[in-house]
């Protein structure tokens, strides 16, 4: 694997927050980062492989620190690793043997820790743990209904959970949950390995993209300790306030929330379409019906978590795209 560099200018060394991530949801709202993969591609990177921008783990790390580095100092406080499209059988495909993968997967822990080194203040790592059909890479995270039982999601989450558990984040990010029934395969997993989760479904309307009622999914987390938050991420912002309201009452818990652009993926052309509608105003609304831990997720870039931060008095700063 190629080496991973110390960053330019970090602000502290790079080493887990003063405090938990619950202990801060407790004091106030968090802000997390935003997309990714669209961070990459303004910094020149070709994410067209199935692996994603997993790939850079491998053969551009250097791209991905830059990436979480442009969001950590726009203002973010949680930054979510580039594990989302990593699986063992996946890096199988690319000829990565298991002791590679696995290396790999901690590699993504690590860059998120070095990025957040550039600030001094407290900087969150979450580890991505994606669904199943973001491995498949044809969309299917947005359908869920799979064809497998929870045993066999059990089963293929079970190793990506335990490798990145191995890394020491400080939260476990199980995102964009399209249905119930994995959602369930990871929370059981994600108890086997101690560390605090959140659990975010991805939404259309009242219901997963599975079609399950908000109500029923949400509670499955109800009474979970290990859980610090449950919302949603990977949707339509018009689709947040509806969700944070049920998640709120259902579950309890500080809701997480991190919606899309409000451009449409064409998994088929593998593009968007359609024009943004993210709102960082909408924060408020968000807020008020019970979100703490709030960001962008696909094709919200780093100037929208500076506008956030400010409105949050995060103190964060507009920054250009980082080239590649």
């Known amino acids: ?52 921008s997993a790939r850079l783990l491998s053969d551009g790390p250097e791209q991905i620190e830059a990436a979480h580095t ?38 993504s822990v690590e860059l998120a820790r070095r990025a957040a080194g550039a600030v001094d203040r407290d900087v969150w790592v979450a580890a991505s743990v994606g669904p199943y059909g973001a491995v498949t890479a044809d969309g299917a995270e947005y359908r869920g209904r799979y064809g497998l039982t929870v045993r066999e999601l059990e089963r293929f989450h079970r190793p990506r959970i335990e490798a990145l558990a191995a890394a020491g ?21 994600a108890g086997e390995c101690g560390l605090p989760v959140w659990l975010s479904y991805t939404v259309a309307g009242d219901r997963t993209r599975a079609g399950q009622r908000l109500e029923e999914a949400f509670s499955l987390v109800r009474g979970n300790e290990q859980v610090v938050a449950a919302g949603a991420n990977c949707c339509d912002p018009d689709d947040v306030v509806g969700a944070v309201r049920v998640a709120a009452e259902v579950t309890g818990k500080w809701v997480v929330v991190y919606p899309n652009s409000g451009e449409r993926w064409d998994a088929k052309g593998r593009t968007w379409a359609g024009g943004a509608t993210f709102d960082p105003g909408q924060v408020r609304a968000w807020q008020d019906t019970g979100a ?31 080239e590649g």
């Open 169 to 189: 984040p400080d939260v476990l990010a199980l995102e964009t949950v399209p249905d119930l029934d994995e959602a369930q395969a990871l929370l059981r997993v």
């Open 70 to 107: 442009a969001y950590v100092r726009a203002g973010a406080q949680v930054l979510i690793t580039a594990s989302y499209q990593a699986s063992f059988e996946g890096f199988r495909r690319h000829g990565f043997g298991r002791a590679e993968a696995a290396g790999l997967f901690a590699r």
């Open 292 to 322: 703490r831990l709030v960001g962008g997720c696909c094709r919200v870039g780093p100037p929208v978590i500076a506008e956030l931060a400010a409105l949050l008095g995060k103190g964060g700063r507009t920054t250009e795209p980082v």
């Open 1 to 52: 694997m190629s080496p991973v560099h110390d960053s330019p200018g970090s602000g502290r060394p790079a080493g887990p927050p003063s405090r938990s991530l619950a202990g801060a949801l407790d004091a106030g709202t968090v802000l997390l980062d935003g997309g990714l993969s669209n961070q990459l591609e303004a910094q020149g990177c070709d994410l067209s492989d199935a692996l994603w």
